[in-house]
């Protein structure tokens, strides 16, 4: 379900002083901005004009923290002044993409905008950003600090090993080795094995 609001609306989706400085870029660029509910598999996404009226359109999910929304915004902008320079003759999130995205950040840190510790990570992420903030674990982490909690919902990395997990569509794994940077996990209805990110939130289940 998407949900159109005033663009003045959008301040309260924001840290405190990013409002202006986000607006000139939507403002310039004529983006026809949406904020969604909550999506499981995209925070944000972006669309190119498509020759037949509709203009440069981004999404962006609504329960986002600010940090958050405000990074996925700028990633998606990111993808917008791509697109104005090159089309679509180079890669989603290839060199062209992470020098637009580090670009844009580097307009936002340094402005007391975010906490010293999102800040941090911004800064080291600007060096090579992630295809997402959620590939990028370490920005993750940090950013997750300020997400509202769910009760018994952790990163796999941080459930005690055999510990059983519920995903976000419902199926049942028991959390098994560290195999390089991800955790080898069985699925307990088919006893196949799936690699999970360790910054992968999920749900924990008691065992009867």
């Known amino acids: 379900m998407k949900q159109e609001a005033p663009l003045n609306a959008l301040a309260s989706y924001l ?29 944000g996404d972006y669309r190119h004009p498509d020759g037949h009226g509709k203009g440069h359109r981004i999404s962006i999910n609504g329960s986002l923290n600010k940090y958050s929304f405000l990074i996925t915004l700028l990633h998606e902008l990111a993808h917008l002044t791509t697109f104005n320079k090159f089309g ?16 844009i950040l580097a307009g936002f840190v340094g402005k007391d905008y975010l906490p010293s510790d999102v800040e941090l990570a ?4 600007m060096a090579n950003p992630a295809a997402s903030s959620c590939a990028d674990e370490d920005l993750l982490r940090v950013l997750n600090r300020y997400d509202r909690k769910k009760e018994n919902h952790y990163f796999v990395e941080q459930l005690p090993l055999h510990q059983l997990f519920r995903t976000k569509d419902g199926r049942i794994f028991r959390r098994g080795e560290k195999i390089r940077k991800r955790y080898r996990c069985e699925e307990v209805a088919s006893k196949r094995m799936y690699l999970f990110s360790p910054v992968y939130e999920v749900e924990m289940v008691n065992e009867d």
């Open 88 to 103: 679509n003759r180079v890669p989603a999130h290839g060199k062209e993409w992470k020098s637009e995205f580090s670009a």
């Open 122 to 125: 911004v800064r080291q992420s």
């Open 15 to 43: 840290p405190a002083g990013t409002f202006e400085p986000v607006m000139e870029f939507i403002r310039y660029h004529k983006v026809h901005l949406t904020v969604t509910r909550e999506r499981k598999s995209i925070l």
